[in-house]
């Protein structure tokens, strides 16, 4: 069987039948730190860009037209947004960060996320930035500049093998390594297979395990990938309430609820309180956020 159709097969024994060729829209996310939703609609709206919200979004617009591509534009290069596809600013509006909490953005780069959480703190508190690729910190710390971040250390290391000493965190992003997804990697299939999945699956389970060892008593850790397969999502979530006391808040928002009957195997249901972006009911790449308390 050709990979694609092992997947989509996949994806048909979980209830979605997918044709591989779901795409999502172009999208944006408003900086608050320096322009406010009516403000940036208004300044990209006299050179020809059309916006519409995003609803289940603070600053989120999608980009119905555009003369330029906005990756190169004045008011890119100034911060006052951020190119984000719309799945992926939900985790940070699930995750909730305050001004005055210690956040641990546990795999940052390329900063997308580190920027929106920093700016919904509104540069205050502190949030510790960690990735492992310096290639990527690079990107990172450019975006932290042109958004007008001050209040983000940045460490390039492995975030298991870091020693925090006693600094234990209010809230945790873990954005984790994955494997993606086919609708924005039009190569996807050919480069995929369940070997990966397996990896990425064993991978993520060390970090969560680090991650809950680093959160406070009564913080809250946001789980998330970009992946559709289970094995890196609704499993790896079972496998965090059988090896703990944490707790999986229910999420409020797009999509569906997270299956709890994964390949005839019955699951906690608790698990169904985390949410799944699945591509032909939101019009966005597949996501999975579980939203972890740490009682």
Known sequence: MAKKDLFLERYRELGHNLTGAERTRQAIRVNPLKASNEELVRKLG????????????????????SRFSLGASFEYLLGLYSLQEAAAQFPVKVLGPRSGDIVLDMCAAPGGKTTQIAAAMGNGGAVVAVDVSRRRLYALENNLERCGIVNCAVYCADVNEMDFKDVRFDRILLDAPCSGNY?????????????????????????????????????????????????????????????????????????????????????????????????????????FVAKVVNP
């Open 46 to 65: 006299r050179v020809g860009v059309k916006l519409t919200r995003v609803d289940f979004l603070d600053h989120g617009f999608y980009v119905e037209g």
């Open 183 to 287: 609708v924005t990697d039009r190569g996807w299939f050919n480069r995929r297979d369940l070997r990966d999945v397996r990896s990425n699956a064993e991978r993520q389970r060390s970090l969560l395990r680090t991650g809950m060892g680093l959160l406070k008593e009564g913080g809250t850790l946001v789980y998330t990938t970009c992946s559709l397969e289970p094995e890196e999502n609704e499993l790896n979530a079972q496998w965090l309430l059988d090896g703990s006391d944490a707790k999986l808040e229910k999420i409020e928002g797009p999509g569906s609820p997270a299956l709890t009957d994964v390949f005839s195997r019955e699951l906690d249901s608790e698990i169904a309180n985390c949410r799944r972006f699945w591509p032909e009911e939101t019009g966005t790449q597949g996501f």
